[in-house]
């Protein structure tokens, strides 16, 4: 299983916009119907990865606990549909019903989107404060496919809890690690 780490986007960016469409409802979601949350976690997942697939149950009890607590959550796809059928809007769609994602789930077709967070591999984080600026961008946690390391959420858990309290990220950044994007050919 390749392993693709983040880009590591410089801290203090401001969230790029998106307009993308939600599989699940046919609606079209944007950036700023999300201004109003004192928190905002973007996720770049896909379907078929097994790093997404493994922490899965995690990012649904993360939402969970966080998104009534002020952190909207939004996840966006962008992983070539037509190479990879599997991450298909149906197939997204399907995933949304299958696991009760509680979040919306996009679907980046033109990849500029994840161009513009820079977005490398899935799942990759970036949480921003309520000015829109990043305060964390890296992994869920150590938990890696094929380790015995329980599934917790614990370094995005503790970035959220400070951007909360409004307080500066004291924890050490590490990448995400998990499957590159698989960008369409010549994109």
């Known amino acids: 299983m390749a392993q693709t780490a983040s880009t590591m986007l410089p801290l203090g960016t401001p969230a790029p916009a998106f307009k993308l469409p939600e599989p699940a409802t046919g609606r079209l979601r944007t950036l700023d119907e999300l201004q109003s949350a004192p928190a905002l976690l973007v996720m770049f997942i896909c379907?078929?990865?097994?790093?997404?697939?493994?922490?899965?149950?995690?990012?649904?009890?993360?939402?969970?606990?966080?998104?009534?607590?002020?952190?909207?959550?939004?996840?966006?796809?962008?992983?070539?549909?037509?190479?990879?059928?599997?991450?298909?809007?149906?197939?997204?769609?399907?995933?949304?019903?299958?696991?009760?994602?509680?979040?919306?789930?996009?679907?980046?077709?033109?990849?500029?989107?994840?161009?513009?967070?820079?977005?490398?591999?899935?799942?990759?984080?970036?949480?921003?404060?309520?000015?829109?600026?990043?305060?964390?961008?890296?992994?869920?946690?150590?938990?890696?496919?094929?380790?015995?390391?329980?599934?917790?959420g614990a370094d995005l858990r503790a970035a959220a809890e400070a951007v909360l309290a409004g307080q500066a990220l004291t924890v050490e950044q590490q990448p995400s690690i998990g499957c590159n994007i698989k960008w369409r050919t010549g994109g």
């Open 47 to 152: 379907n078929h990865c097994p790093f997404v697939q493994h922490i899965r149950a995690g990012l649904i009890a993360f939402a969970h606990d966080y998104q009534p607590r002020g952190v909207a959550v939004v996840a966006i796809n962008a992983n070539d549909a037509v190479n990879y059928p599997g991450d298909s809007p149906e197939k997204m769609a399907e995933e949304v019903a299958r696991f009760g994602y509680p979040f919306p789930y996009l679907h980046d077709a033109s990849q500029a989107v994840a161009r513009a967070y820079q977005a490398a591999c899935t799942p990759d984080f970036f949480l921003f404060d309520a000015a829109r600026r990043l305060v964390y961008r890296g992994r869920f946690d150590t938990s890696r496919p094929g380790t015995a390391v329980p599934v917790t």
